[in-house]
């Protein structure tokens, strides 16, 4: 290595360690803001919550899904198991949202505490398998799955 | 090790070495990427929620760990040609971009795809997704900063210190889901963690290493077309000309166009 | 499965089908460049090359 290369190799680290930290920092500031959505315990928390758009997110109440006369208006309640929020949404509800399962609603709180979503969208969790095989796991009590060291079991013939 | 570097990063042997080896890999990518296109599109079940729709991650999760992992082998190879000047590792860091934002770009749409019937959008901007927009906004500024400098050395120096800043944003993907409340679900696969059925993780298996061999395929190939358009003033360019030219199978320089 | 069925992808055919269009064209779209701007290299050299040849 000749003290070109040694200026050079020390150049790019110097890079690296100040893009680094800088990265880290912003990161580390941004922690507290880059939220997408709040959960309901969270939505207590925010400041002026009810002067702002924001997103409300967590699993959809089981039993809470109520539909309107007009087919369109969905009454239903968000929670994270610890508190529950009433969702008020107009409009076509995307395929996966059912009971149980996760969604994120944009909207505002009202006064009365009832979030007014203006749009609804589901998020699903990680988890990958054939209907059967949820079936079984439900059964066996609904556990989380988990497939580790499972890649020969099962095998590919469904 | 020097020795080795300087030897492996030799334009000459690089291009004999390679022209040996790419029919291989060639054959190894499109025999892998038929397996796992008939498990993903046949053999494989729908999902559980996602129903049939689930078939575009063995498109759209390939595509991802190649977006972000061609990534880092351009910042990389552009870090070493920096620092020890080889030319080989500017050439493959340079023709590296266009591959990644290919991956980069089909993430971003087949996701999109997969977003809008299951989410119900087509794009939100949440940590996942806006990193890895950001991903493609790198390998275009990198593209374009290359393209920027006639002078070759100066392109490759200039673009490989955006390329080696931008890497910090390959970790910021990669943990988003975990760091931030996002609309993109979690991590599915780990180091000994799984969350996705056997019937499903094997297709999936199958086409990443697909998707990567056919990144080193193409690298391959761009790489050999580079080396000769920058070194056809050098003797051994020459030499392997003549003896192409000498050689009735080839003829004449008609037979390429 | 039959092969409509298959197609028809459970009512999702146009997001499953477009994504792996996309994916097709954009990945042919490289291999086919690569290749050309492969024989276009050839092309220069052994051009070259002949021209070398015939100042012999």
């Not at chain 2, 190939?221 to 050098?234: H, S």
Request: proline share 4%; hydrophobic share 50%.
């Amino acid at each position: 290595m000749t003290p070109r290369h040694r200026r050079r190799l020390v150049f790019v680290s110097l890079i690296l360690l100040g893009v680094g930290a800088a990265a880290a920092l912003t990161l580390n500031a941004f922690r507290g803001n880059m939220v997408f959505f709040y959960g309901p315990s969270q939505l207590a928390t925010v400041e002026k919550a009810h002067e702002r758009n924001l997103r409300l997110g967590g699993l959809v109440e089981q039993g809470s899904v109520k539909r309107e006369d007009d087919g369109l208006t969905v009454h239903f309640m968000v929670t994270d198991n610890v508190k529950s929020v009433p969702v008020v949404y107009k409009g076509i509800l995307p395929d996966l949202f059912r009971e149980g399962q996760g969604v994120v609603a944009q909207g505002r709180l009202n006064n009365e505490g009832v979030f007014m979503a203006d749009e609804v969208l589901a998020k699903h969790d990680e988890n990958y398998m054939p209907p059967e095989v949820a079936e079984a796991l439900k059964q066996a009590g609904g556990q989380t799955p988990q497939f580790s060291g499972t890649l020969m079991q099962g095998g590919l013939n469904k | 090790m020097w020795l080795w570097i300087h030897k492996f990063g030799s334009p000459k042997y690089f291009y004999n070495v390679s022209g040996k080896i790419l029919p291989w890999v060639a054959g190894a990518t499109a025999l892998l990427i038929v397996i796992g296109l008939y498990l993903g599109l046949f053999a494989s079940p729908a999902d559980y929620q996602q129903r049939e729709t689930v078939r575009i991650m063995y498109i759209h999760v390939p595509s991802a760990w190649n977006s972000m992992f061609i990534y880092l082998l351009m910042a990389a190879s552009a870090a070493i040609g920096l620092i020890w000047n080889i030319k080989l590792a500017d050439i493959v860091a340079a023709v590296s971009a266009p591959i990644g934002a290919s991956f980069t770009f089909i993430t971003l749409v087949t996701g999109s795809l997969w977003g809008k019937p299951m989410w119900g959008t087509w794009w939100e901007w949440d940590a996942r997704l806006t990193s890895e927009l950001i991903l493609l906004f790198l390998y275009l500024g990198y593209i374009a900063l290359q393209s920027a400098f006639e002078d070759r050395r100066l392109a490759a120096r200039a673009s490989a210190v955006l390329a080696i800043v931008g890497a910090v944003n390959v970790p910021i993907i990669y943990y988003s889901v975990q760091w931030w409340n996002t609309l993109h679900q979690p991590q599915s696969l780990g180091v000994g963690m799984s969350t996705i059925h056997p019937s499903m993780l094997w297709p999936l298996l199958i086409m990443a290493l697909g998707f990567k061999l056919l990144y080193v395929v193409i690298l391959l190939m761009r790489t050999r077309a580079e080396v000769l358009e920058r070194e056809r003033n050098n003797a051994w360019v020459q030499e392997l000309a003549q003896a192409l030219v000498g050689k009735s199978v080839i003829g004449s320089a008609n037979e390429y166009r | 499965m039959n092969i409509a069925e298959f197609f028809h992808m459970d009512g999702y055919a146009l997001y499953v089908w477009g994504a792996y269009g996309v994916t097709l064209v954009v990945l042919s779209l490289n291999v086919i460049l690569a290749r050309q701007q492969q024989r276009k290299a050839l092309r220069a050299i052994l051009r070259a090359a002949q021209r070398n040849r015939s100042l012999v």
